[in-house]
């Protein structure tokens, strides 16, 4: 009889443990890994036969770029790091970022200037977005807060937070204002 009370005791027990250690391996494995892809091959088709063109999205609008400039040539401004908690459930994971926001001069005309004509063009535009820095702000921690860590977490994700960041900047800073690229320059999440 207590050898049955006992190995019951025992059996109780392991249950528990394991819907505890599955219930912390839940909470401590993000749910967007990256799933398997699956690549289909059909083999023997009919060369006559084209394959139906699936219906392209339509564009979005597009802010105009002013000029074409290379990458790293506009008016480079640095953020503070932040650190801000992604949207996943429980809060349990948070973001450390830095970002360098590179904005396009109105005119092309400024990469044409002297050195020191340049500098003070760019020190005139830096007291302007000065300014408008807490909007700047509110917009980064607020698109960076809305993030769940299996939406950042891949380059392709980081890509796309990179776009909305530009979208939403450019939507409200105004004319003359144009954010042209972003950088991070430190991304880690936790």
Not at 7 to 28: D, E, H, N, P
Not at 96 to 102: D, N, T, Y
Request: charged share 25%; net charge negative.
């Amino acid at each position: 009889m207590k050898n049955l009370v006992a190995s019951r005791k025992l059996l109780i027990i392991g249950v528990a443990i394991t819907l505890l250690l599955f219930g912390v391996g839940y909470l401590m494995v993000p749910s967007g890994l990256p799933k398997p892809i699956r690549i289909q091959l059909q083999v023997g088709q009919n060369p006559e036969i084209a394959p139906t063109p699936t219906p392209e999205e339509p564009e979005l609008p597009v802010a105009p770029m002013r000029h074409v400039v290379p990458r790293g040539k506009g008016i480079m401004f640095p953020l503070e790091e932040r650190i801000v908690n992604l949207a996943d459930p429980g809060g349990y994971r948070y973001l450390r970022v830095s970002i360098v926001l590179e904005f396009l001069p109105e005119t092309a005309e400024f990469y044409h200037l002297p050195p020191e004509k340049r500098q003070e063009e760019e020190k005139r535009f830096k007291q302007e977005l000065m300014r408008q820095k807490p909007v700047i702000d509110d917009i980064v921690t607020y698109v960076l807060s809305s993030k769940t860590f299996a939406e950042v977490f891949t380059v392709e994700g980081k890509e796309q937070l990179k776009e909305e960041l530009m979208e939403k900047l450019n939507a409200s800073l105004g004319e003359g204002k144009y954010v042209g690229a972003v950088y991070f320059t430190d991304f880690v999440i936790q």
